[in-house]
């Protein structure tokens, strides 16, 4: 599991590495069933707060089944109007590991905020490995989760299996 002493080009988490911008900078997980995270800069300028990068690991059976999981996500979306934010969802196998691959955006309402905050944007994966499921959620104003979206796309699509856990 990575540090905040290791290679800050690099997330290792549950068995993979993540390539990732040496920006993205190591913070104490702060939750519970956060295994990893980073804070993400937002872009120069545009007065939008950081978002977070944060890595789950659960053991098999662990954690629940993870469609309803999926649902949780998606359920902390709403559109302007209140009604469900509409999801992206596509599906891919990334170094061989199925992966299911979530963007949202709209107001947000975490686990245990008090109420929504408005502008917000995730991008989400679910990487299926071995023995165990890594969610992995970028989260926070959408201006800076769209400035990050391609290094995220790019750490997702150079995540590899280590099994160095």
């Given at each position: 599991m990575s540090t905040a002493a290791d290679d800050a080009s690099v997330a290792r988490v549950g068995g993979l590495s993540f390539p990732k911008p040496a920006a993205w900078v190591w913070t104490q997980p702060s939750m519970q069933f956060r295994a990893l995270q980073y804070a993400v800069p937002a872009p120069a300028g545009s007065g939008a707060g950081a978002a977070e990068l944060v890595f789950s690991i659960f053991a098999a059976g662990d954690g629940g089944p993870i469609e309803p999981n999926v649902q949780r996500w998606i359920n902390q979306f709403r559109a302007e109007d209140?009604?469900?934010?509409?999801?992206?969802?596509?599906?891919?196998?990334?170094?061989?590991?199925?992966?299911?691959?979530?963007?949202?955006?709209?107001?947000?309402?975490?686990?245990?905020?008090?109420?929504?905050?408005?502008?917000?944007?995730?991008?989400?994966?679910?990487?299926?490995?071995?023995?165990?499921?890594?969610?992995?959620?970028?989260?926070?104003?959408?201006?800076?989760?769209?400035?990050?979206?391609?290094?995220?796309?790019?750490?997702?699509?150079?995540?590899?299996?280590?099994?160095?856990?």
């Open positions: 209140g009604t469900a934010a509409p999801a992206q969802r596509s599906e891919r196998t990334i170094a061989g590991l199925p992966v299911i691959l979530l963007e949202l955006s709209g107001a947000y309402q975490g686990m245990g905020a008090a109420a929504p905050r408005p502008g917000m944007k995730q991008l989400g994966a679910v990487v299926q490995a071995p023995d165990r499921t890594v969610y992995v959620r970028l989260v926070g104003p959408a201006a800076t989760v769209d400035a990050a979206k391609d290094a995220y796309t790019a750490m997702m699509d150079g995540m590899r299996v280590d099994d160095a856990r």
